[in-house]
């Protein structure tokens, strides 16, 4: 059983900066990818960041130069730190997590809200 906790959101005003963690715990065999994922109201879950096994890094065109992924391997955590935050920005930002084990397994986070003022 995989079970992923994410902490750091809240609100901020435009211009400012929060970083978002989550760690994963359970049994984890092989980790694919571990990344966010946010959904602001009305709108679609869309792909923040994320980075692979390979440490490859993947943004979404609206964060680039602003967001950064990070990972601890020994903490099976993932970071996000957001600066110059929009109000474009606001969201439910999801953690997200797939692992290899016979076949690829995916996770998500309950949550955090990240809410910008502006």
């Known amino acids: 059983q995989v079970q992923l906790v994410e902490s750091g959101g809240g609100l901020v005003q435009a211009g400012g900066s929060l970083t978002l963690s989550c760690a994963a715990s359970?049994?984890?065999?092989?980790?694919?990818?571990m990344g966010w994922y946010r959904q602001a109201p009305g709108k679609e879950r869309e792909l923040v960041a994320t980075?692979?096994?390979?440490?490859?890094?993947n943004y979404a065109d609206s964060v680039k130069g602003r967001f950064t992924i990070s990972r601890d391997n020994a903490k099976n955590t993932v970071y996000l730190q957001m600066n110059s935050l929009k109000s474009e920005d606001t969201a439910v930002y999801y953690c997200?997590?797939?692992?290899?084990?016979?076949?690829?397994?995916?996770?998500w986070g309950q949550g955090t809200q990240v809410t910008v003022s502006s």
């Open positions: 359970g049994s984890i065999d092989r980790i694919n990818t």
């Open positions: 997200n997590l797939r692992t290899w084990s016979r076949r690829v397994w995916e996770y």
């Open positions: 980075k692979t096994s390979l440490d490859r890094t």
